[in-house]
Every structure is written in C-alpha cells, then in structure tokens.
C-alpha cells in the first residue's frame, strides 16, 4: 500500500533525514483524526518546491504528532510541456474541478479570469477566501497525484488585462473554429526540457471560457494576440471538461502521456 501523501508547508531540507520533526496542526489532525493512522506508520511528506521525504509517524499525543524523517527522494513528476490553463470563473463546483483536473494533468499555472459571462466573483475578503480555497485545492490534488511541486493559482484577473501582460503563445478554444488540434502549432519553448518544433519562443497557455462561452469579441481579443483558435470536436464541452480535455490532449501530443 502506498504511503499517504501530505503537502507539509515548512522548511524542509535532504539535511534533516534522521530527524523528528513536529507534524503541523492541520497536517497532524488529517493524518490522525481522518486518515486514522497510527504510530509507526509510513507517510510521506513534500514541501511544493521539488521532491519528497519518506518518514514514519513518532508519536501521538494531546499534543499533537510527530514523525522521524527517514530519507529524501529528489524525485520529480513534473510534465516536459509547461502550460499555463486561464480559466475564466465558472460556478463553485466547475471551478473546483477544473482547478484539481488542471493539476492533475499537469498545468505548470492556473490564472482565473474575469470575462463577460464569468461566474460573478465575491469582493473583499470573500474573495480572498475563495482564492485561498482554489489553492488548497492545487494542494490537495498534488497530494493525490503525486505532483511535488505546486502549481502557481494567480490572483484572478480581468481577461483583458492578462491578455496584455502574457508574453507567450496561446491557444484559446472556439467550438465555432476553424482548425482543430491535427492544425495545432506549440511554441519551441512550451517544452521544460529544451527547444522543439514550433513557431517563437515563449511560454504557452490555454484559454478556456465560462459556462456560457467566451464572447465573439474576447475571442477576437485572444486571437489578435496571436492565440490560436481551436475546436475540440463537433460538440460543444462544459466549461470544466474544455480543459481537461485540451490539457489531456497536449499532453498525448507534446507532454508526458507519450
């Protein structure tokens, strides 16, 4: 059976194997009060910034718990294609699972953003609350997945301000377009692992609408940024399976499904 995964937000370093270190509160009561694991047992523990660390549970107690850290593995899970998905605000639950599909498909980035017909998005500390809920999400999908590096949830952003700070290629899908994925050029450096064919460098995203589309002018917007316009198919996908679905695909055409 595999060791539970738990993301561990302090400082750990390949230094500390061999030592017992304090379980942090809401780790410990996930571990213990949910998981119901037990002195002795195995889990393992990464920080989001590359690798993991085996270690066994130490002690439990009012307290809290412990664990003694057993070694430390450099190993990575990361895709060889770095996208970025921008996910235009959809409803509570389609936003969540896009956001935990995205990370589990191996977005390097999410960035929510504000179109005309997104899901209305709270001011104020409400809205911080639910940029704080999407990354716990990324959080807890990389637990599950194995992912030991965290993707980036940027605060959320009107569509057409990111459009003019993004610096790379793009794609943004359009039932109504022309070209489909066979017609589909990526940017030599959307690779991490060096150049490959495609036109001029620079990172790439996925521009994915709301649950009522993108409107004919902000894909017009994309488009004159030099996004491609790309259809999946003759039918028309919910906001949340657009991108699983485009992510799922450039991994089979670029990434680490091949």
Same mark, same amino acid.
């Given at each position: 059976?595999?060791?539970p995964?738990?993301?561990?937000?302090?400082d750990?370093?390949?230094?500390?194997?061999?030592?017992?270190?304090?379980l942090?509160?809401?780790?410990?009561?996930?571990?213990?009060?949910?998981? $119901?694991?037990?002195?002795?047992?195995?889990? #393992?523990?990464?920080?989001?910034?590359?690798?993991?660390?085996?270690?066994?549970?130490?002690?439990?107690?009012?307290? =809290?718990?412990?664990?003694?850290? &057993?070694?430390?593995?450099?190993?990575?899970r990361?895709? &060889?294609?770095?996208?970025?998905?921008a996910?235009?605000?959809?409803?509570?639950?389609?936003?969540?699972?896009?956001?935990?599909?995205?990370?589990?498909?191996?977005?390097?980035?999410?960035?929510?953003?504000?179109? &005309?017909?997104?899901?209305?998005?709270?001011?104020? &500390?409400?809205?911080?609350?639910?940029?704080?809920?999407?990354?716990?999400?990324?959080?807890?999908?990389?637990e599950?997945?194995?992912?030991?590096?965290v993707?980036?949830?940027?605060?959320?952003?009107?569509?057409?301000?990111?459009?003019?700070?993004?610096?790379?290629g =793009?794609?943004?899908?359009?039932?109504?377009?022309?070209?489909g994925?066979?017609?589909l050029?990526?940017?030599?450096?959307?690779?991490r692992?060096? /150049?490959?064919?495609g /036109?001029?460098?620079?990172?790439?995203?996925?521009?994915?609408?709301?649950? =009522?589309?993108?409107?004919?002018?902000?894909?017009?917007?994309? #488009?004159?940024?030099?996004f491609?316009?790309?259809?999946l198919? /003759? $039918?028309?996908?919910?906001?949340?399976t657009?991108?699983?679905?485009?992510?799922?695909a450039?991994? #089979?055409?670029? =990434?680490?499904? $091949?």
């Amino acid at each position: 059976m595999t060791a539970p995964r738990f993301h561990c937000p302090i400082d750990l370093t390949p230094a500390i194997v061999g030592s017992v270190i304090a379980l942090p509160d809401t780790l410990a009561h996930h571990a213990v009060r949910v998981l $119901r694991l037990t002195a002795g047992d195995a889990i #393992t523990l990464f920080t989001g910034n590359g690798g993991e660390f085996a270690a066994t549970i130490a002690r439990i107690d009012k307290q =809290g718990a412990s664990a003694t850290i &057993e070694r430390y593995d450099p190993v990575e899970r990361e895709s &060889e294609l770095a996208v970025t998905l921008a996910q235009s605000i959809a409803a509570t639950d389609a936003m969540d699972h896009a956001m935990r599909k995205a990370v589990e498909l191996g977005a390097a980035a999410i960035q929510p953003l504000v179109t &005309e017909r997104s899901a209305p998005l709270p001011a104020g &500390e409400r809205g911080e609350r639910r940029l704080a809920h999407w990354r716990q999400i990324a959080v807890a999908a990389c637990e599950q997945c194995g992912r030991n590096r965290v993707p980036d949830v940027a605060a959320p952003l009107a569509l057409a301000d990111w459009l003019a700070a993004w610096a790379g290629g =793009g794609i943004v899908l359009d039932p109504l377009a022309e070209r489909g994925l066979p017609a589909l050029t990526l940017p030599a450096s959307a690779s991490r692992d060096g /150049p490959a064919a495609g /036109p001029a460098a620079g990172p790439l995203a996925v521009l994915i609408g709301p649950e =009522g589309g993108l409107t004919a002018r902000e894909i017009a917007a994309a #488009t004159a940024r030099g996004f491609q316009p790309v259809r999946l198919g /003759p $039918r028309v996908l919910r906001t949340e399976t657009a991108g699983t679905a485009i992510l799922a695909a450039l991994q #089979t055409m670029r =990434g680490d499904f $091949r």
